[in-house]
């Protein structure tokens, strides 16, 4: 067993499937196949069972995957660690939530490169849960999340503040403001259950004396950029952040809806694994950076 089975076992895990696996890794099928049988028959046991939608790891293969993922996870940063001592161009991996990745880091990006030119900033975005998950496993240098973070083994710090705003569309029929009652007798587009930033927002309601079943949520959708392009076309009200409409307010797209008592503000927090040490002092310095101008560079 070595580490690019490992790989291809995690790859397997995360699509569900051993095709799809094989497709992303470039390799067939039957080849991918072989070696998952080989690692089962190194390991004395199944790894995969079968269901209706592919494959899911057994309870000894959440085990391998667990530690595939540590593994794997230590080689690569190995590798990168070396590179970044032999090179002067130095890489800091960065992972945002879609809204922070999308509306709050270009300009701050910007900002850091003219200042940090020596470093790359490898980027990817991904749910907050995700980020969670992956900077738990060491996967990334620094990750910036909606919420407080829920593993309390890492360290978070606040690094803005964002309100929430209730929209409409420009043409579509909604007085300018609504009372918390009236909210019912309007469509509202909303995120799917899963996302944080929903169940930050149902919290919120409920907290303010909404009662989430009574509202009118004809669909749920996968991102604040759907959400929005929703809402722009007159589908339903939306509760958006303010990063993300900030240029359609301006051209007269969407206009905000006041509604009394329902004022809404999500913190964003940047989080690393707790006891990590950063590759240098500058890598820190840079890290430390980006907390500190975030707020004042937003796009």
């Known amino acids: 067993m070595n580490v690019l089975n490992l790989k291809m076992f995690i790859k397997i895990v995360e699509t569900g499937s051993i095709s799809k696996a094989a497709e992303l890794m470039n390799i067939s099928q039957s080849a991918l196949s072989q070696q998952l049988r080989a690692m089962e028959l190194e390991i004395g046991t199944r790894l995969f069972e079968r269901n209706y939608n592919g494959v899911v790891p057994t309870d000894t ?101 964002d309100r929430f705003c209730l929209v409409a569309g420009e043409k579509m029929e909604v007085p300018d403001q609504l009372s918390s009652e009236e909210l019912y007798d309007y469509p509202l587009l909303m995120l799917v ?62 206009r905000i809806i006041e509604c009394p008592g329902l004022e809404f503000e999500n913190d964003y927090y940047s989080i690393k694994r707790s006891g990590d040490v950063p590759a240098s002092p500058e890598s820190a310095k840079l890290i430390k950076y980006i907390e500190k101008i975030l707020k004042d560079t937003i796009c």
Do not use: W
Request: glycine share 4%.
């Open 61 to 161: 293969g959440k085990i391998v995957s667990h530690y595939a993922t540590e593994i794997t996870s230590s080689y690569d940063r190995m590798f990168l660690d070396i590179s970044n001592s032999q090179n002067q161009n130095k890489t800091i991996h960065i992972m945002a939530n879609p809204c922070v990745y999308s509306y709050a880091l270009p300009c701050t990006l910007y900002h850091v490169k003219n200042n940090y030119p020596q470093y790359t900033l490898q980027m990817e975005v991904m749910s907050s849960q995700n980020i969670e998950e992956k900077i738990t496993k060491g996967q990334a240098d620094m990750g910036i999340i909606i919420g407080k973070p829920k593993d309390k083994n890492l360290s978070s710090k606040k690094v803005f503040t």
């Open 193 to 254: 259950k899963n996302q944080k930033t929903r169940q930050l927002l149902d919290k919120s309601l409920v907290k303010n004396g909404i009662q989430i079943g009574r509202l009118h949520i004809p669909y749920t959708l996968e991102s604040t950029e759907s959400i929005k392009l929703s809402a722009i076309n007159g589908f339903g009200l939306a509760f958006l952040p303010y990063m993300a409409i900030k240029k359609e307010l301006y051209h007269k797209q969407l």
